[in-house]
């Protein structure tokens, strides 16, 4: 059993940015991978970027987000910048504990989630 909890949601006006975190607790062995997902309003949720050893990053985010992890405190951080109104979304940590590819398109095998932490960029 894994547990994950993310925080640093917030408001931020369009060109800011903003730092989550996700603190993953439980039955943890090794380097796992972990990632971040998002969902808008009436939108199906999409993969923005995993990580187990080196991150990877759905397109639509590279050279935006940076997906770091810190192995002492057991987290995982996504440092947003150039938010844009069409990252609005609540943002996922996904937690991925049988072998296979560590990618955001990935979605269905994750099995761990936390419930969320909103993000919303205004313009």
């Known amino acids: 059993q894994v547990q994950l909890v993310e925080s640093g949601g917030g408001s931020v006006q369009a060109g800011g940015s903003l730092t989550l975190s996700c603190v993953a607790s439980g039955n943890i062995s090794g380097r796992i991978c972990m990632g971040w997902f998002r969902q808008a309003p009436g939108e199906d949720r999409e993969g923005v970027g995993t990580m187990r050893g080196t991150p990877t990053y759905a397109d639509s985010v590279k050279g935006r987000f940076i997906i770091d992890r810190d192995n002492t405190r057991n987290k995982l951080y996504l440092q947003m910048k150039n938010l844009q109104p069409t990252d609005t979304a609540t943002y996922y940590c996904?937690?991925?504990?049988?072998?296979?590819?560590?990618?955001?398109?990935?979605?269905?095998?994750?099995?761990?989630w936390g419930q969320g932490t909103q993000v919303t960029v205004s313009s």
């Open positions: 996904a937690a991925l504990t049988v072998d296979g590819s560590c990618a955001p398109e990935n979605e269905a095998k994750f099995r761990y």
